[in-house]
C-alpha cells in the first residue's frame, strides 16, 4: 500500500484546483500547497473565501449545500 501526502510533489498527476468538502453547512477547502480553509454555507455565498466554490473540485452532498 502506497501512501500520499497532500500536496503531491509530482505535477503530472497534481491538478491546479483545490478541493472543496462539503459536510452539512461547513465547506473544507484544500488547496494544493496543503493549505485549509474551513468556511459556511453563507461565507460561501457572500464570496468571502479565498477562492470561489466553482474554481474547486467539489466533493459531498451537494443537495445539503
Known amino acids: 500500500m502506497k501512501n500520499f501526502n ?3 510533489k509530482n505535477m503530472d498527476n497534481c491538478q491546479d484546483n483545490p478541493l472543496a468538502f ?3 453547512k461547513i465547506v ?4 494544493p500547497n496543503g493549505d485549509v480553509e474551513a ?5 460561501v455565498d457572500r464570496r468571502q473565501t479565498k477562492i470561489p466554490l466553482d474554481k474547486c ?4 452532498r451537494i443537495g445539503d449545500f
Open 22 to 24: 462539503v459536510s452539512g
Open 57 to 60: 473540485l467539489v466533493w459531498g
Open 39 to 43: 468556511t459556511t454555507v453563507e461565507q
Open 6 to 8: 497532500f500536496p503531491i
Open 28 to 31: 473544507h477547502i484544500l488547496y
